[in-house]
């Protein structure tokens, strides 16, 4: 049987692709006859309310999905940039010093950023003898370097160095596109232990489903002709192009604008959006409820602002694919554009272009055999190629593969230590 421990800084119950993509693997991973120890911490990322049984302890032990659960008290999850920051170095250190007093794995998995998470999970794989695969679900610091969050060239360079290093002493590394590859491998892996895993869905529980639900029910919305964003509503997302365009077609009779989520920029957002009778927040929904949001729409929206050059893929690109929604896709040239056209899954518009999202709104509007097509386009594909089980599977070959050939101390297959 494979033992999987798994690092990470987010799980649920916390809402998000975040928690759910290892949720997920560890689930799958289970059901095909592994054994997982999950090490992360107490929950408290876009959580409304903290649930009673985390309130109050240092330490936790839990049964989810098949998997052990093992929580540990780290620093807190504030609001701003430098409390986040604390908890993405604070709680890797936390989580891999409870993992070193359990008992030996044959892998070490960890998802970053945050980029301390690969450091710990080597240091903690090293410690067993066996392992480590880091997967990499943002390319930090490049993103926030990008979005001129980040451009005091110091702290840019230690960062860079610290990616480095991750990339370097990862025994496997797993991105989710080709464009990704290409940043990995210039910031020091080698390409061969590099494997490209889309980000994942569930294609068994995210399904087409009619449209007049109970959450269109729920919230009043009637027949109207609805286009969601459903996520972070943060920095890289620009959904002032959105609000824009809602502006321009405010007054297109029987459209909505329904924005559902919670971040740091949520608030301005709906600032800008006071007096525009098409325009709706709703908060974060819980992942039961997700797929509701959904099937109740018309279109689904995924933008992020021009400045965005790393290959960024969001990964609710594959859910509303399975969902069989058209996508109305506002970004820049890149990975995520190329596989919205490869899939013919929906209407790509340059990032930032108000004018352009707004007309491609009214042309899905207009055109049911368009939006069916692109419904229909988009299930297909999400079944063939993006699915939970297929993904996870490229996943569990790289593991069983890795540790079958463990014959030599974990981090050396490259001469790298």
């Not at 079944?383 to 996870?392: H, I, K, N, P, W």
Request: positive net charge.
């Amino acid at each position: 049987m494979l033992k999987v421990l798994m690092l990470v800084n987010y799980f649920p119950p916390e809402i998000g692709s975040g928690p759910h993509l290892p949720f997920e693997l560890g689930e799958t991973l289970v059901q095909r006859g592994c054994q997982v120890t999950v090490m992360t911490g107490f929950p408290q990322y876009n959580l409304p309310v903290i649930p009673q049984k985390y309130r109050g302890k240092l330490f936790y032990r839990e049964e989810l999905g098949g998997m052990t659960i093992l929580r540990a008290r780290s620093a807190p999850y504030g609001k701003g940039r430098l409390s986040r920051g604390l908890f993405h170095f604070l709680a890797p250190s936390t989580l891999a010093t409870r993992a070193i007093f359990q008992k030996p794995p044959d892998i070490v998995y960890t998802c970053t950023p945050p980029l301390p998470m690969g450091i710990v999970a080597r240091c903690v794989a090293s410690r067993f003898g066996v392992p480590c695969i880091v997967h990499v679900q943002d390319l930090f610091p490049q993103n926030v370097i990008d979005l001129g969050m980040l451009r005091n060239r110091n702290i840019s360079h230690f960062f860079e160095t610290m990616e480095r290093h991750v990339y370097r002493k990862a025994d496997a590394i797993v991105v989710m596109s080709e464009g990704n590859v290409d940043h990995v491998v210039a910031r020091g892996a080698h390409r061969e232990k590099i494997r490209v895993v889309c980000n994942w869905v569930d294609t068994d529980l995210i399904k087409p489903e009619e449209r007049m639900n109970g959450f269109r029910r729920t919230h009043q919305i009637g027949d109207e002709f609805v286009v969601v964003f459903a996520g972070t509503m943060g920095w890289s997302q620009g959904l002032e192009v959105v609000i824009q365009a809602a502006r321009q077609l405010a007054a297109e009779p029987g459209l909505l604008f329904l924005l559902v989520g919670s971040g740091v920029k949520r608030e301005e957002l709906e600032h800008q959006a006071v007096g525009l009778p098409n325009v709706r927040f709703l908060p974060m929904q819980s992942k039961d409820v997700y797929p509701q949001v959904l099937a109740a729409s018309d279109g689904c929206l995924v933008t992020l602002v021009p400045e965005v050059a790393t290959p960024a893929v969001p990964s609710k690109i594959p859910t509303i694919m399975a969902a069989g929604r058209p996508i109305l896709a506002c970004l820049p040239r890149g990975d995520a554009s190329r596989l919205i056209q490869e899939s013919g899954s929906g209407l790509v518009v340059a990032a930032g272009a108000a004018d352009e999202l707004a007309s491609a709104i009214l042309e899905l509007k207009s055109q049911p055999l368009l939006a069916k097509r692109l419904r229909d386009n988009g299930r297909e594909y999400a079944v063939r190629r993006l699915s939970r089980a297929a993904c996870v599977g490229d996943i569990e070959e790289m593991m069983r593969n890795l540790s079958k050939t463990n014959g030599r101390s974990a981090g050396n297959h490259d001469g790298l230590n």
